[in-house]
C-alpha cells in the first residue's frame, strides 16, 4: 500500500476560478504573441532581448523550482529518510516550474518553430553555455517526469511497471541531482559573456557557476519550507514543523556560503565600496543582504526554527533573496548602454501571471486526485 | 561498521566532486583572446571625415534590400535612431552644447557610425547554441545563417556593442546585422567590390580593406600633425578610388578596435573620446573566453559530470536499498 494519498476535495473551486482567469488572459496574450511577433506583446528591445519571460519564467521560475534537486540531495545522498513524505509534492512542484520554464523558453524563442536544431548534435557549439542550458534542461524535464511517474503509476495500479521502475529509479534520481547541478550552475555562466552589461556587483565572472548553484540549493530548501507549511494550513495532517526547521538549519548554512563567498569575492575583486556608492545598485545590493542575512538570523534560534510562523517568514525572506539576486543579475541592474532601457508591459506581465497561475491549478489538480501527498496517519 | 565507512568515504569522495566542480572554473585559466586573422577585412572608420550624410546608411538599406525607418512626416531620408531588425548601420550624432564646431568634445559635434565591428574574438559566436552565427576563417567576416537559429537571442545579449538585432515586429522574425555585404545572394566582397557603405562614401570616412592595411592607416592619422594638410583616400585603403586633401584635425591617439576585446576589423578614429561617442567600457580580456574557459573546465569530455554520476548512483543505490522502497 502506498504511503501517500490524495487530497481529495472540489476542484473547481473559488481561487481556481480566480487562477483561470488570470490563466486565460495570459494564453490570450500567448497567442498574440504568436500571430503577431514578440514587439507586439513584449517590452524587450535591441539593448534588453531578454525581459521577465527568460528571466522570471526561466532562469528564476527553474530556482524556485529546485525543490526536488535539493530533497534529493538530503533524501538520497546524505540518506535522511524520515523527509521522504516531502519528496512527492516537491517533486511535483519542481516537474510543474521545469516544464513551464520550458514552455517559458519555448514562446520567448524568436525562432520557436525549429527549436528542434538544438537538439540536432551537427548544430552543437560546444563553447556556448546556452547549449549546455538547453540541452540539460531539457533533459532534467524528462527525468522528473520519471522521477514523479510512481505516483501516477500508483494512481492506474500499474503494479507490474511500478516495481520494474523501482529497480531503475536510482539512476534517475542520480541524474535528479547532476542534472540541476550542471544547468543551475551554467545559468550563472550565462552571465560571463555579457561582461560590462552585467553590474560590477554582480559580475563576478568566473564565480558566477559557483553562487548560481548555490543560489539555487537555497531556493530549493526555502520553497520546501514554503509549499509545505501552505499545504499543511490548506490540507491539513501532520504539521511537519520539525523536519522543516532542520531543512531550515541547512538553508542557513548555504546562505552563510553564499554571502561570505560573494562578500570575499568582491572584495577580492575591489568592488567592495560599491555597494555604499548611494545608487540604485548598491540599494540593491544592500536589500538583497538584507534578504539573504536577515532569515539567518531568525532560523539561528532554535525556538523560532521549530515556530511554523516564523520558519515561514524565513522561507519566504529566502526565496525573495534567492530570485532577488536572478533579477538583479540579469535585469534590473543590466546596463548594455546607452539609449535602451526596458519595463514589462502590462500583457508581458499577464503572461508570466497566467504561467503562474496555470503552475498552481495544474499543481492542485493534481495533489486532490493522485497520491501525492503524505498519508497523514503514520506521517 | 565496514560499510558505514564505505558509505562515508563514498559521500565525502562526493563532496570532494561537488568542490572541486566548484573551484574548477576559478582555478582554470580561461583561454587567450582569437588572435586576429592574418587576411582578415575589416573597415576603419574616422569620425573627423564624417559629414553625417548618411548615404552609406542608404546604400546599406539599397544592398539588403531593406526598407528606410521613417519617425516624422518628412519622409526624406532613413530616421533610424538606432540598429535595428530594419537597420545594419546607422549614423549617430554626438552634440555637447551648442553644438558649434566640429569634431569639439565642448560646444561641438562630431558623428558617429555603428555596425558590425566584425570583432576578431566575437562574442556572439561564442555563445550561439546552434552555431548560426560563424567567423570566417579566412575573411573574419561574421555572418548569421537563419535556418540554424533558434531565437534565442544570446547574441544580443553577448555582443559589447548591442548589435545583432531582433525582428521582434515580425511573427517568424531572425537576427539582422552587418555581413560586411557578403552573404549569400550579395557576396559583393567575393566578387571583388566593397561594402556598400565604403563604396559610396564621400569623404572616406568609412574606408574598406585588410585589417593590417587599416591598421597601418590608422596609426599613419595617429602621427600626423594637427593643422597640416593630409591626402585621404576613398574607397579602398590599398586601391582609393581617388583623394581628397584636407586639414588634420587633432586625433584621440587611441585606435579603437585594435585591442580592445580581443580587438576588431571594423576600427575607430576620432577627435573625440570613444566612451562620449557611445563605445562600451572594454578592457582588453574578450569576456566570451572567460566564459569558455570556465565552460570547457567544467565539462571537457564531461568528465566532472561523469565522475559526479557515477558516485551518486552509487550512494543513492545504497540508500534507496536500505529503505527498501524507491520514491
Known amino acids: ?379 | 561498521m565496514k560499510r558505514r565507512d564505505f558509505l562515508k568515504g563514498s559521500l565525502q569522495s562526493g563532496a570532494a566532486v561537488l568542490t572541486g566542480g566548484a573551484l574548477a572554473p576559478v582555478t582554470a585559466e580561461a583561454r587567450p583572446n582569437l588572435q586576429p586573422k592574418e587576411d582578415a577585412i575589416g573597415m576603419l572608420f574616422d569620425s573627423t571625415l564624417c559629414v553625417g550624410c548618411k548615404a552609406c546608411v542608404a546604400k546599406c538599406k539599397q544592398v539588403n534590400d531593406m526598407p528606410p525607418v521613417t519617425e516624422s512626416e518628412i519622409r526624406a531620408w532613413d530616421e533610424a535612431r538606432d540598429l535595428s531588425g530594419d537597420t545594419l548601420n546607422v549614423i549617430k550624432t554626438y552634440k555637447n552644447g551648442d553644438g558649434s564646431t566640429k569634431d569639439a568634445e565642448n560646444n561641438g559635434f562630431a558623428f558617429e557610425k555603428r555596425s558590425c565591428m566584425h570583432c576578431v574574438d566575437p562574442g556572439c559566436v561564442s555563445v550561439c547554441p546552434v552555431t548560426a552565427l560563424t567567423q570566417h576563417e579566412k575573411t573574419g567576416i561574421v555572418s548569421y545563417n537563419p535556418d540554424a537559429c533558434i531565437g534565442c537571442r544570446n547574441c544580443m545579449a553577448g555582443c559589447p556593442y548591442n548589435v545583432p538585432q531582433f525582428q521582434y515586429d515580425k511573427p517568424f522574425g531572425q537576427i539582422m546585422k552587418c555581413q560586411m555585404c557578403n552573404q549569400k545572394g550579395v557576396e559583393r566582397i567575393d566578387n571583388g567590390l566593397l561594402t556598400g557603405c565604403s563604396e559610396v562614401c564621400p569623404t572616406g570616412a568609412t574606408l574598406f580593406g585588410t585589417r593590417k592595411a587599416l591598421l597601418a592607416e590608422a596609426k599613419r592619422r595617429m602621427e600626423l600633425k594637427p593643422g597640416d594638410t593630409y591626402t585621404y583616400p576613398r574607397g579602398d585603403v590599398s586601391n582609393p578610388g581617388s583623394y581628397h586633401d584636407k586639414r588634420v584635425p587633432t586625433y584621440k591617439q587611441h585606435i579603437w578596435g585594435e585591442t580592445e576585446a580581443g580587438g576588431t576589423n571594423v576600427m575607430h578614429i576620432s577627435a573625440i573620446s570613444f566612451d562620449k561617442l557611445g563605445l562600451p567600457p572594454l578592457g582588453e580580456r574578450s569576456a566570451c573566453s572567460v566564459a569558455e574557459g570556465v565552460q570547457h573546465s567544467l565539462y571537457s569530455y564531461l568528465a566532472l559530470p561523469a565522475v559526479l554520476m557515477a558516485g551518486l548512483s552509487y550512494v543513492v543505490k545504497r540508500n534507496t536499498d536500505e529503505e527498501g522502497e524507491g520514491s
Not at chain 1, 503494479?159 to 551554467?186: D, E, W
Request: with cysteine.
Open chain 1, 1 to 379: 500500500m502506498s504511503a501517500h494519498e490524495k487530497a481529495g476535495g472540489r476542484i473547481f473551486t473559488l481561487p481556481f476560478m480566480i487562477l483561470s482567469v488570470i490563466a486565460a488572459i495570459g494564453v490570450y496574450f500567448i497567442i498574440q504573441r504568436f500571430v503577431y511577433g514578440m514587439g507586439a506583446v513584449a517590452n524587450i528591445n535591441g539593448g534588453f532581448p531578454w525581459g521577465i519571460w527568460v528571466v522570471y519564467d526561466v532562469v528564476i521560475g527553474t530556482g524556485l523550482a529546485c525543490g526536488g534537486y535539493a530533497l534529493a540531495f538530503t533524501v538520497y545522498v546524505f540518506n535522511k529518510g524520515q523527509y521522504h513524505p516531502l519528496v512527492r509534492p516537491a517533486l511535483l512542484a519542481s516537474l510543474l516550474g521545469y516544464a513551464l520554464g520550458g514552455f517559458g523558453a519555448f514562446f520567448d524563442m524568436g525562432r520557436w518553430w525549429q527549436f528542434y536544431n538544438i537538439f540536432l548534435p551537427w548544430n552543437w557549439n560546444f563553447n556556448s553555455v546556452m547549449l549546455e542550458v538547453g540541452l540539460c534542461v531539457a533533459l532534467y524535464i524528462i527525468v522528473l517526469i520519471i522521477e514523479f511517474s510512481p505516483a501516477f503509476l500508483e494512481k492506474i495500479g500499474a503494479t507490474g511497471l511500478l516495481k520494474a521502475l523501482n529497480k531503475v529509479l536510482f539512476l534517475f534520481i542520480a541524474l535528479g541531482v547532476v542534472l540541476p547541478t550542471m544547468h543551475q550552475s551554467s545559468l550563472g555562466s550565462l552571465l560571463i559573456a555579457m561582461g560590462y552589461k552585467v553590474d560590477p556587483l554582480w559580475q563576478t565572472m568566473q564565480f558566477q557557476p559557483l553562487f548560481a548553484v548555490v543560489s539555487a540549493l537555497i531556493m530549493g530548501f526555502s520553497i520546501v519550507i514554503f509549499e509545505a507549511s501552505l499545504s499543511h494550513v490548506r490540507f491539513g495532517g501532520k504539521s511537519e514543523t520539525p523536519l522543516l526547521g532542520v531543512l531550515g538549519k541547512i538553508a542557513v548554512g548555504l546562505m552563510a556560503v553564499f554571502v561570505l563567498v560573494r562578500l570575499g569575492v568582491l572584495a577580492g575583486q575591489g568592488k567592495l565600496g560599491l555597494m555604499f556608492a548611494g545608487d540604485f545598485s548598491s540599494a540593491m545590493f544592500i536589500l538583497e543582504m538584507a534578504l539573504f542575512i536577515f532569515p539567518a538570523f531568525v532560523l539561528l534560534s532554535a525556538t523560532k526554527r521549530h515556530n511554523g510562523g516564523a520558519l515561514l517568514i524565513a522561507a519566504v525572506s529566502m526565496l525573495f533573496a534567492g530570485s532577488l539576486y536572478r533579477f538583479n543579475a540579469f535585469l534590473f541592474t543590466y546596463n548594455p548602454g546607452p539609449g535602451y532601457s526596458y519595463f514589462p508591459s502590462v500583457p508581458e506581465i499577464m503572461v508570466t501571471l497566467g504561467i503562474i497561475a496555470i503552475e498552481i491549478m495544474v499543481y492542485l489538480i493534481i495533489v486532490k486526485t493522485m497520491p501525492v501527498l503524505h498519508r497523514s496517519e503514520h506521517a
